[in-house]
């Protein structure tokens, strides 16, 4: 495979359950990014991971919980979710990020997630 | 804190035609990168063109182009002779001058017409 994959595709989930959503790139990146895009809002960072260490975290509640186990695969751990949190979530990556750098993300199909 | 708009939430264009797709942005920072992706339906966003806030040339990208007037802070997408798959959801995007923070436009909706 190439590219950015995301893992499952769609996803619905109960408040109580306990899921986990997967990316992996096959680019050779080592910084991965978490994004969510709800309906009519811009997208949003969530998490930023550099060299398998967490860099950014963008005041995202504790149920949505990163794992990033080195730097092809990247993990979003959800537990007891709202509905609100229902959202199209997208994986990135990029080489890492130099200041004032042109680093390209590139991103996944995305999760599209349904909490009832 | 860094902000991009896109005053359009939807364009129509004619199949072949030419469209310019608006984005200002916001921000404090000398150095950064501004950057075009489409998302069509299924989702994925697929990255099409990057401009670099010291790049003296306009970027192109094939059919697609980004009119760059730094001192207006605006990154006009254009894109040239519209074919039916140009339709799709289309985000200006800026990251910071560290370089790991994107912030996106709302995005603009095109619809290419037969």
């Known amino acids: 495979e190439t590219g950015v994959t995301q893992t499952p595709r769609h996803l619905v989930m109960g408040m109580t359950n306990k899921k986990s959503l997967k990316c992996e790139q096959h680019l050779g990146h080592n910084a991965m990014y978490w994004y969510k895009q709800s309906a009519k809002k811009p997208l949003e960072l969530m998490f930023v991971?550099?060299?398998?260490?967490?860099?950014e975290n963008n005041s995202v509640p504790s149920r949505f919980s990163p794992e990033c186990p080195n730097s092809s695969h990247l993990f979003l751990h959800l537990h007891t979710l709202q509905p609100e949190d229902s959202a199209l979530y997208l994986c990135a990556s990029s080489q890492s990020p130099t200041v004032g750098g042109s680093e390209t993300q590139y991103f996944g199909p995305g999760t599209r997630l349904l909490v009832l | 804190a860094q902000k991009i708009t896109q005053t359009q939430p939807g364009m129509f264009v004619q199949e072949k035609e030419a469209v310019t797709l608006d984005c200002t942005y916001d921000?404090?920072?000398?150095?950064?990168?501004l950057f075009w992706y489409k998302q069509p339906s299924s989702g994925e966003m697929i990255f099409l063109i990057y401009q670099g806030s010291y790049d003296e040339q306009n970027a192109t990208e094939g059919r697609y182009s980004l009119n760059f007037q730094k001192a207006r802070k605006s990154a006009n997408l254009v894109i040239s002779a519209s074919q039916l798959g140009d339709s799709a959801m289309y985000f200006c995007a800026m990251r910071d001058n560290y370089g790991q923070n994107f912030v996106f436009g709302p995005g603009t909706r095109l619809s290419v017409l037969p």
């Open positions: 921000t404090s920072d000398q150095s950064y990168g």
């Open positions: 991971y550099n060299f398998k260490e967490q860099t």
